[in-house]
């Protein structure tokens, strides 16, 4: 069984940053895409960016492109989500997730994924 932990979350104003951790545990990491998304009050989940296992493919939402960055460290089963220039509307929970997609990643739905964290609050305040 594989699992997620999530960390990372908190309050910051417009303008500041975050970085988020997902550490996985419990199958050989390197095996899995990783994604991450998030969910604001009401809405439907979506997907934020996504990271190959290799680290040499990356997709990113038009919504982020240019202020988030995912990347991952095999040694230490872990992937991060640096998210700068934050605004109020990223205000959600953020979820990682791991996939079994080998190859170039893509905006891929969440039904796409096998494994899910249990999410951490992200809250940008104006």
């Known amino acids: 069984q594989v699992q997620l932990v999530e960390s990372g979350g908190g309050l910051v104003q417009a303008g500041g940053s975050l970085r988020l951790s997902c550490a996985v545990s419990g199958r050989p990491f390197s095996s899995y895409a990783m994604g991450w998304f998030r969910q604001a009050p009401g809405k439907e989940r979506e997907f934020v960016a996504a990271?190959?296992?290799?680290?040499?493919?990356?997709y990113y939402a038009d919504s982020v492109k240019g202020r988030f960055t995912i990347s991952r460290d095999n040694a230490k089963n872990t992937v991060f989500l640096q998210m700068n220039s934050l605004k109020p509307e990223d205000t959600a929970v953020y979820y990682c997730?791991?996939?079994?997609?080998?190859?170039?990643?893509?905006?891929?739905?969440?039904?796409?994924?096998?494994?899910w964290g249990q999410g951490t609050q992200v809250t940008v305040s104006s």
């Open positions: 990271i190959n296992w290799s680290g040499g493919s990356t």
């Open positions: 997730a791991a996939a079994s997609i080998f190859g170039i990643v893509k905006a891929f739905p969440p039904r796409a994924y096998d494994y």
